[in-house]
């Protein structure tokens, strides 16, 4: 498994922008299949946004695309989740996640997960 640690959560005003990272502990988290989750309480974690490797296809889910962009720095081992155009529905705590292969959008595909970064957007 690698090591995950999430930062750059807050709290952001309805229209504002955060920018989320997930720095790695292991190189070879560059081929790993990574993804962004988010969950609020009582409610299941939901998908967000995925980067495969190779060739970086990413995958989005309806309510952030548009919005969101995922991405990554391999030479840092580090993911980003760029959130534009922050709506009050985006409150959430959010998680990276990674897994050595992409098996679909499920949280029970992905075997690494960080300790999660709150997000808030006030309206």
């Known amino acids: 498994q690698v090591q995950l640690v999430e930062s750059g959560g807050g709290l952001v005003q309805a229209g504002g922008s955060l920018r989320l990272s997930c720095a790695a502990s292991?190189?070879?988290?560059?081929?790993?299949?990574k993804g962004w989750f988010r969950q609020v309480p009582g409610k299941e974690r939901e998908f967000v946004a995925a980067i495969m490797w190779p060739g970086s296809p990413t995958y989005y889910s309806d309510s952030v695309k548009d919005r969101f962009t995922i991405s990554r720095d391999n030479a840092k081992n580090t993911l980003y989740l760029q959130m534009s155009s922050l709506k009050p529905e985006d409150t959430a705590v959010y998680y990276c996640?990674?897994?050595?292969?992409?098996?679909?959008?499920?949280?029970?595909?992905?075997?690494?997960w960080g300790q999660g970064t709150q997000v808030t957007v006030s309206s």
């Open positions: 292991r190189r070879t988290f560059s081929t790993y299949a």
């Open positions: 996640a990674a897994s050595p292969v992409y098996n679909g959008r499920s949280p029970g595909n992905f075997e690494s």
